[in-house]
């Protein structure tokens, strides 16, 4: 068993939150409540930390534990992670094949992302580099930091994977068996010893875990494609779960409850917010849902609030809807940004039409549904107007309470009153959107 005590609480601490020295010991913000005054002292002497407001107190492991609502073993196994410490004494030898592919596919992953980077900037990414920094607008130093690079067509990346297994022995573990279970090879068609990369004249983003780890990747295709497929991710490994992921996740480390966090559809919309303004933090879908794990995932880090920018269509609408409902559901305040998209379909397209844009500060989600919810009727009436509020309402509704609303005052489980009371009025303040007979407002009031 590890030995607890040389697990260092300082490398440990720093991984999630930002330091200050002062005098012997360091401070930061405490995650474990509403802090302002950075009452988190972390001592190297003793390798302990404890917070002088709220009282929790303990080591590196418990730390972990706390923050991240994991048990004594898989924190143990994170702060490991985290420190780069030789994992034998804390892996049970039945789970040593596993992670054995595991620490494989890592190593792959970072050859593979190297030889995306360097393609990018040859002459086959000639196209592909000019189409984000021309057309997204991106800069140089960003496509360096998000790691962002090129897949040529063609068998280079099976010529370069031959070359590296001859030239290094590490590498020795990757055949075609290996490459299939990579997430970004197939079978090649009619040959059954020959094995195709998934990506072909394709742009390839790294995709990174909490704790920094290549654990797949996403594309878009190049201009030069043929292909009609516009986007693409890797096949699931096991590392590689799309519906336990965000892009960008190693930005929700070191945050608190009181941060805004904003939730795009795109990486590329992301990577415009980026440019507005560096410093804030941002994550993006793998697609268009927020699924039940990566709610979660929000959930564990004491997200309070979300800023929802999805595109602008019917279609983004509708799904800013649903994601509102999931988040009142476990009591995060849903915002927006009460900007005009100016005909744009999405942030990005908005920040390429105009890079000197600035944003004011994010609005209440009801504000928001007030200026868009007309865009996802198809054909506008009083009639289907009130109709429509009338489902949005419910919808919200739903999100507060267990069963009918109506019938049954029940609050969601650990939803807190307060919360709920507020998200309310303003439900209901929705209605003000519409001209209603008093029969109309009579049943509304019933509500």
Known sequence: MADRSQISIKGVIEHYLKLEKKGRNYWALCPFHEDSRASLSISEEKNIFKCFACGVAGDAVSFIMRKE??????????????????????IDPRTSHELQQRNQLLKFNEFVSQFYEKHLHSDSGKQALAYLTQERKLTLELIKKFRIGYAPAGKELLLALERVKKADKEYQFIDNEFLLRTGIFSQERGKKDSVLPLFHDRIVIPVFSLTNELIGFSSRVAPSSKSEIKYMHSKETILFRKAQLLYNMPALEGINSSSDIYLFEGCFDLYSLLLVNPEYKAVALMGRELSADTLALIQKHGIKKIVLLLDTDRAGISASLKIIQQLLKVGITPYSLGIDFQGSKDFSELYCSNPNLTLSDPIYFVDWIKASWKSSINQSSPETELLSLNQVVN??????FLGDPARAFQLQPNLDAQFAISSLNSIFSLYGLVSMSEREQELISAK
Do not use: D, G, R, T
């Open 395 to 400: 919808a919200l509704l739903n999100s507060l």
């Open 69 to 90: 609502k994991a048990n004594f073993h898989n924190a143990l196994l994170q702060a490991h992670k985290i420190l780069k410490l030789p994992m034998e004494n804390v």
